[in-house]
C-alpha cells in the first residue's frame, strides 16, 4: 500500500513573525529533501500551513525566498562579533557560513549559485542580500580593528571583505564536499591577514 503523503496544512494557520519563521522552517526542510532544483513554493506553502499567495507577496523569485531561508539558519547573522581580535572576529562570522554551507541543505546552497550563473538577472536581488549581508558584517569587523590598531585603514574595502568568503564559497562548489575547518582558518592566516596587518 503506497505510504500516503502528509497534509502540512492541517493544524493553525500562522501570521506575521511565526508565519516567516514557518516558511523559512519549511524552505530549509525542501531543500534538504528535495535539492534547489526541485524546490516547489507550493510545497513550501502546503509545508508552511498558509497559502501560496502569501510567498508571492514577500518573494517574488524562489532565489529570494531561499536566500532569507539561509539567513534565517545562520544564528546572529547580522550581530558584529567583537571578541578585541580580529582574527577571531572573521573566524566567528566564517564559521557561521560553513555551519550552512557544510549542513543539510549544502546541495541547495549549490543550486541556487548555479542558478545565479545561468540567470543572473532573475537572481539579483538575492545576491546582493546575501553579498551584502556578509559584507558588511566582515567591514565592520575591520573597522574594529583598525580603532585597535589591528588592520591598516587602506585594508578596509569591499574587496577585500569579500577575500576570505570568496576563497571559502570556491571550495564549497570545487570541491563539492565540506570544508574542513583548517582550510577556513588557512584562509584567514594565509591570505586576509597579510592582506589588513599594518605593515611596519
Known amino acids: 500500500m503506497a505510504k500516503k503523503e502528509t497534509d502540512h496544512r492541517k493544524g493553525p494557520r500562522r501570521r506575521g513573525p511565526a508565519l516567516e519563521r514557518a ?28 497559502g501560496n499567495a502569501s510567498l508571492y507577496r514577500r518573494w517574488r523569485h ?17 550581530e558584529v562579533p567583537d571578541s578585541g581580535d580580529v582574527r577571531e572576529d572573521v573566524l566567528e ?12 541543505v549544502a546541495e541547495g546552497v549549490r543550486g541556487l549559485l548555479a542558478e545565479s550563473l545561468r540567470s543572473p538577472e532573475a ?21 574594529n ?11 578596509v574595502t569591499p574587496r577585500i571583505a569579500d577575500v576570505a568568503p570568496a576563497l571559502i564559497a570556491h571550495e564549497f562548489i570545487l570541491r563539492g564536499r565540506p570544508v574542513p575547518d583548517e582550510t577556513l582558518t588557512a584562509v584567514v592566516d594565509e591570505v586576509l591577514l597579510p592582506l589588513i596587518t599594518p605593515r611596519s
Open 23 to 50: 516558511i523559512f522552517e519549511a524552505t530549509l526542510a525542501e531543500l534538504a529533501d528535495h535539492g534547489y532544483a526541485e524546490l516547489s513554493l507550493e510545497r513550501v506553502a502546503t509545508r508552511a500551513r498558509t
Open 62 to 78: 524562489r532565489a529570494e525566498l531561499v536566500v532569507d531561508a539561509l539567513l534565517y539558519a545562520v544564528p546572529d547573522h547580522d
Open 93 to 104: 562570522v566564517l564559521r557561521r557560513m560553513l555551519g550552512v554551507l557544510n549542513g543539510p
Open 123 to 143: 537572481t539579483g536581488r538575492a545576491r546582493a542580500r546575501l553579498i551584502d549581508t556578509r559584507q558588511d558584517l566582515l567591514l565592520a569587523i575591520l573597522r
Open 145 to 155: 580593528g583598525v580603532a585597535r590598531g589591528q588592520v591598516r585603514p587602506e585594508a
